[in-house]
Each structure stands twice: as structure tokens, then as C-alpha cells.
């Protein structure tokens, strides 16, 4: 039950933002209810699967998502993830624990720059609209963003949220909601994914798996709500703290 209230909780929050949160989750699992760390990787990432779905539906209701942009990138994820967690088996559990936090790091410096300073000087909105209107150029750019954060999201076992945001803000020049839900359809292919590909090498604890789906697909939902009703530089501040938190929370 104590899995169960925390996950809801942590749902909301990630609905909010517009992440899949397994980072954040995977530091939850290991620090607080000492799971091992490559399980609570394959549990967390396969769990993105439905915390996203929830929350992509609440953002095709709000309008935050675009679609085409969406899928074509998380197929491409997907591909990237699967590799990914097949990598993650031959790095030490002490390793991995210190890699995670500092992705989850990382992650919080390119949010809390994309939210401050901005990313719009590395690319224009014409650099943008050729990348969304010419054909090549747009699957070249989603399979870009795709493998990299794919393969990220299966080493690390997070969702790659802000990387995601990053690459379609500034190669698709799409607006910080548009990012937020647009991202949440992106994770759902690669938390699949990837998600297969820890249970098939013996890390996806199904029990705990069924915990912290149930807590974030409501939790989720709910959140994604509050996306566009309160004023965006609380979720700026969201953003950048959520990864944070996480980080922290894995090394302290």
C-alpha cells in the first residue's frame, strides 16, 4: 500500500511535467524500498509504458500532443531501447547506480537551460518547418532523436524526458506544451520496448510492476490536467527539479 500511495503521488506529478519518470521512480524503488537496481530499472521502464499512455490520452484531450511527430520518433526509440537494455546487464550494479544519477543530473541542467536561457538560438523556426514539411529530413531528424534517447532510456533505465524535449523543441520547433505531451507519446514505445527487453534477461519484477503501474497510470491522468491550467513557469520549475530530486535522492 506504502508502493502503491507513493506511486500515485509521483504519477501526478509526472502527468504534470509531461515525463515518464523512471528515473525518478528507479531512485524511489532502489533508495527507499531497497530494490535492486537493475530491477527497479526494468520494473520502472516497463512501467512507463502505461504511466505514458495515461498521460498521453489527458494530452490528446488538452491538444498538447502532435501526433505524427510523436510516433515516427518513438518508433525509432523503441529500436534504440531494446539495444540499450541489453547493454545495461554487463554494467556493475555500483556502476549503474552512479551512472543513472548522473544522467538524472545531466537531465536537470539541459531543462533547467532550456527553461531559463532557451535552446532557440541553436535552431530558427524556418530550420524547424523544414525538418516537419520535407519528408527526408523528417524522418532523419525523429530517427535521430529516437536512437539516442532510445538508448539512453534502455543503458540507464530512464525515460530520457528531457533529452526528448530538447530534440523537439529545437529540431521540430514545438512550443514547451507541445513538447510535454508530444514526449509522453514518444516514451511509450521506448518503455515498451525496453521493457522487454530487462524481462527477457530476468530484471522485471512483476509484482512490484503491478504496484507502481497501478499508483502512476491514475497519478498520471490526473496531472496532465494541470499541464495548461497553471502558469508555465511552475512547470519550469517542475521540470528541472523532478530529475533533480531524483539524482539526489540516488547518491544520498
Not at 524500498?33 to 520494473?43: C, K, N, R, S
Not at 529500436?79 to 537494455?85: D, K, N, Q
Not at 531543462?111 to 541553436?122: A, D, E, H, N, Q
Amino acid at each position: 500500500m506504502i508502493v502503491l500511495l507513493t506511486m500515485l503521488v509521483i504519477g501526478m506529478l509526472l502527468g504534470f511535467i509531461g515525463a515518464g519518470g523512471a528515473g525518478f521512480i528507479i531512485a524511489m524503488l532502489s533508495e527507499v524500498f531497497d530494490v535492486p537496481i537493475h530491477t527497479a530499472l526494468g520494473t520502472s521502464l516497463a512501467a512507463m509504458v502505461f504511466t505514458s499512455l495515461s498521460g498521453t490520452i489527458s494530452h490528446l484531450r488538452e491538444r498538447n500532443t502532435m501526433l505524427k511527430i510523436g510516433l515516427a520518433t518513438g518508433l525509432f526509440g523503441g529500436i534504440g531501447a531494446f539495444f540499450g537494455s541489453r547493454l545495461a546487464v554487463f554494467i556493475p550494479e555500483s556502476d549503474l547506480k552512479w551512472f543513472t544519477a548522473g544522467m538524472l543530473f545531466l537531465s536537470a541542467i539541459l531543462l533547467w537551460i532550456r527553461v531559463t536561457v532557451g535552446f532557440g538560438s541553436f535552431a530558427t523556426q524556418a530550420f524547424a518547418e523544414k525538418n516537419r514539411s520535407s519528408r527526408s529530413r523528417f524522418w532523419m531528424t525523429a530517427g535521430g532523436i529516437g536512437i539516442v534517447t532510445g538508448l539512453l532510456s534502455g543503458v540507464f533505465g530512464i525515460g530520457s524526458t528531457p533529452f526528448i524535449q530538447i530534440g523537439l523543441l529545437v529540431f521540430f520547433g514545438l512550443s514547451l506544451q507541445l513538447s510535454a505531451g508530444t514526449t509522453m507519446l514518444v516514451i511509450i514505445p521506448i518503455a515498451l520496448v525496453g521493457g522487454i527487453g530487462y524481462y527477457t534477461v530476468g530484471f522485471l519484477d512483476l509484482t512490484l510492476f503491478a504496484e507502481v503501474v497501478a499508483g502512476t497510470i491514475v497519478g498520471s491522468y490526473i496531472g496532465a490536467k494541470f499541464t495548461t491550467r497553471l502558469h508555465p513557469m511552475v512547470l519550469k520549475i517542475a521540470m528541472v527539479a523532478v530529475p533533480m530530486l531524483g539524482g539526489i535522492i540516488l547518491l544520498l
